[in-house]
């Protein structure tokens, strides 16, 4: 792939068990690129995200990530593709049960993360970095829908990803906050981080400007704005 390119996609089929959901689409990314997917209900976003962290297949076309050929990665190597991205929902997906420290640590030693300073301060620096500092200690129940986002991108930044990989992280939010998690992100992708959003939100997009790709017909083409 040419120097600063993370993801190629070309004349890809994206397929959900007998249907063709996107169809030839092509998409390249460059490190620290922003880009929100935009598109009908049903049109294919979240299944793009979906086959660019191998939970659905790409089978047809040429597909790049990262450096892993998506069509021919190995299931022993989805792990260490996933760690490279950073992967946001709608629905906050939070251990219930634990601490905000709690769930970040969950993750730092799931993925590898032995020392307990290390793992300190990690947590420290990406709740910093998102505007949580001081809320570690919290449940995940005792904190706001945006502050539960706000820990979700922190999680998603642990292990220092190239891509986020965002599926309508605002679609639970109040149109204030969801400003402030689109600002987040474009602060986040502002140091060296590509970002992949999918919204409904026109809103945002407007007032957050930065390229946008539509699904429509199964493909995926750049809207002028
Ligand atoms: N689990 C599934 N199994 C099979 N087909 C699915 C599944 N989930 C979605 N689809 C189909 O894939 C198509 C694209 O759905 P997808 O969720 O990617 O769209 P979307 O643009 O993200 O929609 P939304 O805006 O509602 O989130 C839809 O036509 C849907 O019927």
New binding site residues.
Partial sequence: MEDGVLLQLENVDIC??E?V?LHQASLSLHQGEFVYVI??????????L?SLYCEIPICGGEARLLNYNLRKIKRKDVPYLRRKLGIVFQDFQLLTDRSVNKNLEFVLRATGWRSNKDIRNRIEEVLQQVGMQNKGYKMPHELSGGEQQRVVIARALLNTPDMILAD?PTGNLDPETSGQIVQLLHEICKKGTAVIM?T?NYTLVHNFPARIVK?ENASLNDVDK
Avoid: P
Avoid at 39 to 48: H, Q
């Fill in positions: 959900r068990d249907n959901i598109g009908k209900v049903g049109s294919g976003k979240s299944s793009l979906k309508e999918t409904h699904c």
